[in-house]
C-alpha cells in the first residue's frame, strides 16, 4: 500500500506570514505548485496558502443576501462569513490571505485517506507533519503521478 512517505515533496517552498500576497503569487507560479506552507519564526506551521486563497481577491464584494418569511427578515449569508471573505480579498499579506490551522497528515497515511481529504475537501495540498516539525507536502500531482506509474507497471 502507498503511503504518503512514498508520493510526498520533501523539497519544500515554504513562506511566512508577512510575505506579500503578489510575491507568493510568483512562487506558485515559477514553481508549478497550488499551494505552499506559512511557517512561523519557530518554524512551526501556521497555515498554507494556495491559489484559491489568491484568486479570491479578483471576487466582488460579497453583498449580503436577505429574504422575508412571514414578516421576518433572513439573511442567508453569515457576517462571519462575509467578514472572512471582505478580509480575503483585501488582503496585502499572506496572514491576511492564508487559511490558518491547515489539515495535515503522517508520512505514514495510506493514500485512500489522502485522495478522500482532497477529494471530499477540495484540498489541493496537504502539509505532512512528523513529530510536529513539517517534513513535506503532498499535492494533487503526487497522487497523479500514482496513477501513471500504476499504469506503465501494468
Not at 499572506?94 to 497515511?109: G, H, N, R, Y
Amino acid at each position: 500500500m502507498l503511503t504518503v512517505r512514498d508520493i510526498m515533496t520533501t523539497d519544500l517552498i515554504t513562506v511566512t506570514p508577512d510575505t506579500d500576497v503578489a510575491r507568493v503569487a510568483q512562487i506558485l507560479l515559477d514553481n508549478h505548485i497550488n499551494g505552499t506552507p506559512v511557517l512561523g519564526q519557530d518554524d512551526r506551521l501556521l497555515g498554507i496558502i494556495c491559489q484559491s486563497d489568491l484568486i479570491a481577491q479578483q471576487k466582488k464584494l460579497p453583498i449580503p443576501t436577505f429574504f422575508t418569511f412571514l414578516e421576518s427578515v433572513i439573511q442567508t449569508t453569515s457576517m462571519k462569513e462575509i467578514d472572512k471573505q471582505v478580509r480575503k480579498i483585501a488582503a496585502l499579506t499572506v496572514s491576511q490571505a492564508m487559511s490558518p490551522d491547515p489539515v495535515t497528515v503522517e508520512p505514514d497515511t495510506g493514500l485512500e485517506t489522502v485522495a478522500s481529504l482532497m477529494v471530499d475537501n477540495n484540498f489541493h495540498t496537504l502539509p505532512v507533519i512528523k513529530n510536529g516539525r513539517l517534513v513535506g507536502v503532498v499535492g494533487k500531482e503526487d497522487v497523479l503521478r500514482t496513477l501513471i506509474s500504476t499504469s506503465t507497471n501494468q
